[in-house]
């Protein structure tokens, strides 16, 4: 069964440095794109970076400049660095991943990981 599963979270001052990371575990053949969401209550999970298998990046306008995204292929790890980080920062935030298994290309989902703020 292939699981992602997201560590590092935590709470930290505001203008502080968190950092998450993601390992994807399980009978899979290939991960393509990887990537972070976050989502506050009753609010539509939204994208906040993501990095292809090739390391191409892309990020939310609101966390450019501060949080970098990369990928340990070797280890099937992805990372969020999160830096200069504001209250508004704070949400559960998801991994994401394409995997390739027995059944094709799917999208695998962690469990979340809470990121508290203080202001």
């Known amino acids: 069964q292939v699981q992602l599963v997201e560590s590092g979270g935590g709470l930290v001052q505001a203008g502080g440095s968190l950092r998450l990371s993601c390992e994807a575990s399980g009978i899979f053949y290939g991960i393509g794109t990887m990537g972070w969401y976050r989502q506050a209550p009753g609010k539509q999970r939204e994208s906040v970076a993501s990095?292809?298998?090739?390391?191409?990046?892309n990020y939310a306008d609101s966390v450019k400049g501060r949080f970098t995204i990369s990928r340990d292929n070797a280890k099937n790890m992805v990372y969020l660095q999160m830096s200069s980080l504001k209250p508004e920062d704070a949400d559960v935030y998801y991994c994401n991943g394409n995997l390739l298994t027995g059944a094709g290309w799917n999208a695998y989902w962690g469990q979340g990981a809470q990121v508290t703020v203080s202001s």
């Open positions: 990095i292809t298998s090739g390391g191409d990046r």
